[in-house]
């Protein structure tokens, strides 16, 4: 098995998480247990993004092995942050996409970890830079959500 073949399998793992999210209502959640200002276009856009980063570090695994890696950082600190943690300060309150976070997230982590280290593509530091770009990827659509509030970014009633 190569990073390539778990790049793919953690793109196909991220496409059911999405399919989760989206059938126990994720923006709902979202909105009223970690208050995020979240709209569906806000979710299709981001997951549209996401899915294309995806594809991109899937094709890019071999020669780019940081570039995966930081997808399944992005994994992690998705699982992590905007699923179990929420879920635990919520007293047991249903996270969706919890389920494929656990069941298909970890795994496919754990996996592409596991090809890096014993293939030599990768070792504990581009796996740690990998956590940390994952976490920057998984900022900025909150970051995006935090500032189109102020009155800087707003574009209607603005004039020239």
Known sequence: MTLTSAAWLAMAAYS????????FDWRNWAREVIGLPVEWTD?????????AV????????????????SFTGLMLINALLF???PMIRAKGRFSPGAATALVLFLPSIWFSWSIALSTGVGDVWTIAGGVGIGALLMAYPVAMLKLRSLP?????????
């Open 83 to 85: 699923h179990f943690l």
């Open 43 to 51: 979710f299709f856009v981001t997951n549209a993004v996401v899915v």
């Open 16 to 23: 059911m998480h999405i399919m989760e999210e989206f059938a």
């Open 152 to 160: 800087y970014f707003q574009q209607v009633g603005r004039q020239a």
């Open 54 to 69: 995806g594809i991109a570090q899937a094709m890019l695994a071999e020669s780019m092995p940081l570039v995966s890696l």
